[in-house]
């Protein structure tokens, strides 16, 4: 195995440059290296002002998430030595189609405002006193949503979705792979309100299932099937509200 | 104004961010992209079928002669080339709309569901059903 | 309350369209297209082609095929145009010459179904 792997990393700094450029470094490979560790490296020993984000290092803060040649990926769960073969250097920029705020730091901010919007908890008619105990789930209610509640916020799908990068007022696939989370709970009872977000041109209508979110999900939560089957359910409420607008959802009036 | 759309004005005028802008060519930089476009660009193809149908049906109501002109012009080398392109477009279309089936209607029996390859194959032998029933409603003299 | 889009209206028919157009025109390009034209399969006859075009039930089922499939089109291209193109600025206008063209289109094939004689 080669003793060193070229990293060229996107640098930006917003004092400075009007434009980000590419900074190579050679970073030592050792075995079972990430490019998290490389990148880690090169703030330590070589740059430190090398900026980026990250925080478990094991693929379940979310943080990390980051190009690499061209696709997204979480830095800490890439290993260097399937980039390491050819020579060529390993590219890492900012997770596509957010703003950069500094190397590879990007604004998220837009993000959570949506996911806020789609209101990911349970949402009850009424709550149960503490005294009359859990509300209780068979394992087969659990498997409808247990998927979707894996996503862990990476925002790789985000990355990964010409929609949002053509038009960012998508609300795009983890926003609303949570929201399904939550309307296929058995425990929740705010599938309409969500509605209200979802049905919207800026909600699910705008996805055209391209299925890349899917794709490069590092958790499996499958957000383009997410959208899809919201879609089926949105157009069903909606042909049941025209032609049987006399069963109303009893919540929707309180 | 409500918080997400304060936060989304905010985002917007933000000077020092950088924001990369997406080319027109973005579906070529990416196979799964280009495969996504090809797809999509299928649905031209269906709509052309439609056409060629409907001149077929106005051949039909206008007698032998005009009909026989309409199966003379399906012979031209051109139309041939055009149909055979057509051809790969739907079964294209065809193709990837059975494979995403399974992930669009998530069928569960018994509370379990369905696994997706099961949908998919079901899907696939009523393509075949169907066609057989065209087929033997056509092929004959 | 919020108003909702007609967009699962449009979703509807372009997903009917899609798995109408699926199933069916795959063959039936190949017969129609290829395989009479270039001789590989005998084709019908004209007296045949017209008697099965006359019954009712086949007007329908090519009506319904065209009308599925041209707004099976018109919903997808739609969305082409808007994401492969990025002009998203002519948006009003392409929406009235996707769907435009397809009830066009569907317009024709009913005239031509009904007035087939």
């Known amino acids: 195995m080669a003793e060193t792997i070229s990293l060229e990393v996107l640098r930006y700094s917003p004092e400075h440059d009007a434009e980000p450029s590419f900074q190579r470094y050679d970073v030592p490979v050792h075995k079972d290296w990430v490019v998290l560790d490389a990148l880690n490296y090169i703030k330590d020993k070589v740059d430190g002002s090398l900026t980026f984000r990250w925080s478990c290092r094991m693929g379940i803060c979310g943080s990390c998430g980051m190009m690499v040649n061209g696709e997204p990926k979480l830095t800490c769960a890439t290993f260097l030595s399937d980039y390491a073969g050819d020579g060529s250097p390993v590219r890492v920029q900012p997770l596509r189609y957010f703003p950069v705020i500094r190397d590879l730091v990007v604004e998220i901010t837009d993000f959570m405002s949506k996911l806020q919007s789609v209101k990911p908890w349970l949402i009850r008619g009424d709550e149960k006193p503490v005294s009359e105990g859990e509300y209780l789930q068979t394992p087969d209610q659990l498997d409808r949503y247990k998927q979707f509640s894996m996503c862990i916020n990476c925002l790789l799908c985000y990355a990964a979705c010409p929609v949002y990068g053509l038009d960012p007022v998508f609300i795009g696939p983890a926003a609303i792979a949570l929201a399904q989370r939550y309307n296929m709970d058995s425990r929740d009872e705010g599938a309409h309100e969500r509605m209200d977000v979802l049905a919207q041109h800026e909600g699910i209508w705008g996805c055209t299932f391209v299925g890349e979110c899917t794709q490069v999900c590092p958790k499996h939560v499958d957000p383009a099937g997410a959208i899809q089957q919201y879609k089926l359910t949105a157009t069903i409420e909606r042909f049941k509200s025209f032609l049987m607008p006399w069963s109303k959802n009893e919540a929707a009036e309180k | ?141 | 309350m919020v108003k909702h889009s007609n967009e699962p209206v449009l979703w509807s028919l372009f997903s009917a369209g899609g798995v109408f157009a699926a199933f069916v025109i795959p063959v039936h390009l190949f017969l129609l297209g290829l395989a009479f034209p270039l001789g590989w399969i005998p084709a019908p006859g004209y007296q045949y082609l017209h008697a099965l075009v006359t019954l009712p039930l086949t007007r329908i089922y090519l009506f319904a095929l065209c009308f599925l499939a041209l707004f099976h089109w018109a919903h997808r291209f739609r969305y082409t145009l808007y994401d492969g193109l990025q002009i998203k600025h002519l948006n009003e206008l392409i929406f009235v010459c996707c769907y435009g063209g397809a009830i066009f289109g569907t317009g024709l094939a009913g005239y031509l179904l009904w007035n087939f004689h």
Not at chain 2, 48 to 61: D, K, P, T
Request: net charge positive.
């Open chain 2, 1 to 141: 104004m409500s918080n997400t759309q304060q936060a989304a004005r905010y985002t917007e005028y933000h000077p020092r961010w950088y924001r990369t802008h997406v080319s027109t060519w973005w579906w070529l930089a990416r196979w799964p992209y280009l495969k996504f476009i090809l797809r999509e660009i299928s649905s031209v193809f269906v709509a052309w079928f439609v056409v060629v149908l409907l001149l077929q049906i106005r051949a039909l109501s206008h007698g032998p002669d005009a009909y026989a002109r309409f199966e003379h012009w399906l012979q031209n080398p051109g139309i041939v080339l055009l149909n055979l392109i057509a051809l790969f477009f739907v079964v294209f279309h065809a193709i990837t709309w059975f494979n995403l089936t399974p992930r669009a209607m998530v069928v569960r029996l018994r509370g379990k569901r369905v696994p997706d390859r099961w949908i998919v194959s079901a899907n696939y032998a009523a393509w075949a059903a169907v066609s057989l029933v065209v087929v033997w409603f056509l092929v004959r003299s």
